[in-house]
């Protein structure tokens, strides 16, 4: 079992900076993927980043250039910038541990004037 808690998502301006966090109930180097999806209202879940064991980094090409994906001892983060009102969305973290998927709750980030 891995439980996955996330934070740092909250309401922050278009053109905002914002980094979330994600923390891991087990060690990171038992898992083999982290990573984050997020759903927008009335949207199916989507890729956003994921980054393997060895750092490989993965982002949607849509948000490419616009977000920094990093892990370190039992997290993962990511760094949002040039926000727009689009990346409105709960994000989850996600984590692949022997083949199994796990999920957080996930974290609201609204961006917004």
């Known amino acids: 079992q891995v439980q996955l808690v996330e934070s740092g998502g909250g309401l922050v301006q278009p053109g905002g900076s914002l980094r979330l966090s994600c923390f891991a109930s087990?060690?990171?180097?038992?898992?083999?993927?982290m990573g984050w999806y997020r759903q927008a209202p009335e949207k199916e879940r989507e890729l956003v980043a994921t980054i393997t064991s060895g750092g490989r980094a993965n982002y949607a090409d849509s948000l490419q250039g616009r977000l920094t994906i990093s892990r370190a001892k039992n997290a993962v983060y990511l760094q949002m910038n040039s926000l727009k009102p689009e990346d409105t969305a709960v994000y989850y973290c996600?984590?692949?541990?022997?083949?199994?998927?796990?999920w957080g709750k996930g974290t609201l980030v609204t961006v917004s004037s």
């Open positions: 087990v060690s990171i180097l038992e898992i083999n993927v």
């Open positions: 996600y984590a692949i541990k022997y083949g199994m998927p796990y």
